[in-house]
């Protein structure tokens, strides 16, 4: 019955989610790396629905993390068919190229992202039990088969 419902699924669906299937991609917490964030203060105007223009007496204020700030997630990829394969290197080479936005504000210049240093590591049935019997996350990824994307 699964299967039936996952095959039915078209490919964005099958990679991303839907309300039947979970994503096959899992993006962790992002944590700041290096010592402390900067933070900048901007300012903004809350726009009146009806005249589409800036409201009077609406100014405010909001914090935004400062560009060059580093961030250190994990992205996992889980039982992927090999044309999902080329799907998860594409959005690897978007990020390397800085050409996926996050967050809010991405109209105002703010979510630019760049992926700045990457390893890719396959976990695989071969070397899953040897995978899992390593002590830390940090050297199950050291023993697990580093690729080249
Ligand atoms: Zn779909």
Redo the contacts with the bound molecule.
């Keep these: 019955m699964a299967k039936e419902i996952y095959d039915s699924?078209?490919?964005?669906?099958?990679l991303f989610g839907?309300n039947h299937f979970a994503s096959k991609i899992n993006i962790s917490d992002a944590y700041i790396y290096g010592d402390k964030a900067h933070i900048d203060i901007r300012d903004g105007v809350a726009i009146d629905r009806d005249t589409l223009t800036a409201a009077e007496g609406k100014k405010y204020n909001f914090e935004c993390v400062s560009a060059g700030t580093r961030f250190k997630f994990r992205m996992t990829f889980d039982n992927l068919e090999q044309d999902q394969v080329e799907i998860a290197k594409l959005i690897v080479d978007l990020l390397k190229n800085g050409e996926i936005k996050v967050g809010g504000k991405t109209s105002a210049g703010l979510g630019d992202i760049q992926l700045a240093e990457y390893s890719v590591y396959r976990v695989d049935k071969d070397n899953l039990i040897d995978y899992l019997k390593q002590e830390t996350e940090e050297k199950r990824r050291e023993q697990a088969f580093k690729e080249e994307w």
């Design positions: 699924l078209c490919d964005v669906c099958k839907s």
